[in-house]
């Protein structure tokens, strides 16, 4: 096998040559896919726990689980009235994540840098509008 187990059918061996082999992968530490399956599960530990944007799902809900992360476009509303701002490739990039908190900045590098609430953060447009009086 690749990581250099030796393995082969025996007459007491009441599976097949794959099934015995998928089933030394699910429990080899030295497989490349033990090592792919533990690199997975901690990007997922990650992800799990950076703050989430908004989304509008089919029957026309809200639900906050789009990770937010640096370079993303994502759509704010800004609470207090209103207006609808695009974070994205052309005018304003997410540039960082503190805590419920993104640090946004102009593409361009001119004026400082913000921290808005991830709270007032969408996934797309329709989601912010979606969000508008709510």
């Known amino acids: 096998m690749y990581c250099g187990h030796q393995g082969g059918p025996r007459e007491d061996t009441p599976a097949t040559m794959a099934d015995v082999l998928k089933a030394h992968i699910e429990v080899c ?3 490349p896919l033990s ?3 533990a690199e997975i599960e901690r990007l997922e530990a ?3 726990k950076l703050p989430k944007c908004w989304r509008l799902v089919e029957n026309g809900k809200l639900v906050r689980d789009v990770p937010a992360v640096p370079g993303m476009d994502a759509w704010h509303r ?4 209103e207006t609808l701002m695009r974070f994205g490739p052309l005018a304003w990039r997410v540039r960082g ?7 946004v900045g102009r593409v361009d590098g001119l004026g400082a840098d913000r921290l808005l609430p991830v709270i007032d953060f969408y996934d797309t447009k329709e989601a912010a509008e979606a969000a508008r009086g709510k």
């Open 29 to 31: 530490p030295e497989h």
């Open 35 to 37: 090592h792919a399956k």
């Open 46 to 48: 990650i992800v799990d």
């Open 78 to 81: 800004e609470p207090d009235t």
């Open 97 to 103: 994540i503190e805590r419920e908190w993104l640090r």
